[in-house]
T-cell receptor, first 112, second 114 residues
Framework: AQRVTQPEKLLSVFKGAPVELKCNYSYSGSPELFWYVQYSRQRLQLLLRHISRESIKGFTADLNKGETSFHLKKPFAQEEDSAMYYCALHNAGGTSYGKLTFGQGTILTVHP | DGGITQSPKYLFRKEGQNVTLSCEQNLNHDAMYWYRQDPGQGLRLIYYSQIVNDFQKGDIAEGYSVSREKKESFPLTVTSAQKNPTAFYLC?????????????FGEGSRLTVL
């Protein structure tokens, strides 16, 4: 069974400090990993996906298959980064396209 | 304004009553999903549908029912059999091919059982 674990429910940092939101997964197949973000009073939306190897709003995430991790990182946090972040796993080899397994979520608060 | 529309935003229900949450999309997406969001538990999949007139149970389907008679619509009924229905419900949709894993979400419906 596939599982996504985000060990930190809450994470607080000061503006300008580096931030890392942890995500670990368990899955025997070929996973696709994503980070979704929910800002206050906004819809849940895709932040980035591992296959794109992109940086969005200064955030990056590298898939580490050896450690089964997909941590989200930003070198200098901004107050507008405060939000709920979800790590999600998609079964890339299956037929249930779009069916994601989400982690428990991490609330990031960036203090001024 | 394209996207996913959920209604109502807030709903109160007495115990023993069924309630239906609406989800409509005009993105021409084939697949639609219902998730339940609870504090500390993340999003859990209730039901999903990859095509009209077909749907599958997710991880927590007990006490819920759905229909998919039109591509644009995927209503969720929370029945009296659902033991803990008070929650925030999110509807989402995705394309059938390509961009797999990218879901587009509605604003959610908060159900409170009195």
């Amino acid at each position: 069974a596939q599982r996504v674990t985000q060990p930190e429910k809450l994470l607080s940092v000061f503006k300008g400090a580096p931030v890392e939101l942890k995500c670990n997964y368990s899955y025997s197949g070929s996973p696709e990993l994503f980070w979704y973000v929910q800002y206050s009073r906004q819809r849940l939306q895709l932040l980035l996906r591992h296959i794109s190897r992109e940086s969005i709003k200064g955030f990056t995430a590298d898939l580490n298959k050896g450690e089964t991790s997909f941590h989200l990182k930003k070198p200098f946090a901004q107050e507008e980064d405060s939000a709920m972040y979800y790590c999600a796993l998609h079964n890339a080899g299956g037929t249930s396209y779009g069916k994601l397994t989400f982690g428990q979520g991490t609330i990031l608060t960036v203090h001024p | 304004d394209g996207g996913i529309t959920q209604s109502p935003k807030y709903l109160f229900r007495k115990e023993g009553q069924n309630v239906t949450l609406s989800c409509e999309q005009n993105l021409n997406h084939d697949a639609m999903y219902w998730y339940r969001q609870d504090p500390g538990q993340g999003l859990r999949l209730i039901y999903y549908s990859q095509i009209v007139n077909d749907f599958q149970k997710g991880d927590i389907a007990e006490g819920y029912s759905v229909s998919r008679e039109k591509k644009e619509s995927f209503p969720l009924t929370v029945t009296s059999a659902q033991k803990n229905p008070t929650a925030f419900y999110l509807c989402a949709s995705s394309k059938r091919q390509g961009a797999s894993g990218e879901l587009f979400f509605g604003e959610g419906s908060r159900l409170t059982v009195l």
